[in-house]
């Protein structure tokens, strides 16, 4: 990177292309050979695939942050009420009334159903990298369990639209701020990702 800031022509940056897209590659197919292994030996060592697992789970927040008066917040409740306060005072109001029509009630007799294929498309495309939900349960083994899943959650989600209940917790998000640059401290430098 720094070759291509020193020398900014498009030959450098081919080369930079190059070595960057290859070593994505190299640590992909690392991380890819990695967990395979600890898979086929997960019969004969299940805790070290569970620790695994376990850590790709972690939902990752901010340690501390500066409140304006400048003291510092540790604890996670603090640290979300700053955030909290900081994003409702750059809030800009929609210029136009949002409103949602009211609900119908069900069952509803609806002609089609959320076929296999189609839930197990959209779990074979998960961006593994991405962090957990609400339900904690990470992309990257949602994802490596697409085959066994796809079956049970298109009964699932055909019987919920049919019905028309969704179970509480599917109504809840998780909003992230991930730090760009600065201090980290800074609430200002948290932008919002909605999960």
């Not at 940056?13 to 290859?22: C, E, G, K, P, Q």
Request: hydrophobic share 35%; aromatic share 8%.
């Amino acid at each position: 990177m720094g070759q291509i800031q020193k020398n900014p022509s498009p030959a450098s940056y081919t080369i930079f292309s190059a070595v960057r897209s290859a070593t994505t590659s190299t640590i992909f197919k690392a991380k890819h050979d990695f967990e395979k292994s600890l898979l086929h030996s997960s019969a004969k060592n299940p805790k070290r695939l569970f620790s695994y697992v376990n850590k790709q789970q972690a939902v990752k927040s901010p340690i501390a942050i500066r409140k304006q008066n400048g003291s510092l917040l540790n604890d996670p409740q603090g640290v979300a009420q700053e955030l909290n306060s900081y994003f409702h005072s750059v809030f800009q109001q929609p210029t136009l009334p949002l409103r949602a029509p009211a609900p119908l009630p069900g069952p509803f007799n609806i002609p089609f159903a959320i076929t296999r294929d189609k839930v197990l498309l959209h779990l074979q495309t998960l961006n593994a990298s991405t962090s957990p939900g609400p339900d904690h349960h990470h992309p990257a083994l949602l994802k490596n369990c697409a085959d066994s899943l796809a079956t049970p959650l298109s009964i699932i989600f055909t019987l919920c639209i049919k019905e028309g209940n969704f179970p509480e917790s599917w109504r809840v998000a998780t909003v992230v701020p991930i730090h760009k640059s600065g201090p980290t401290t800074a609430a200002s430098l948290c932008p919002l990702q909605n999960f």
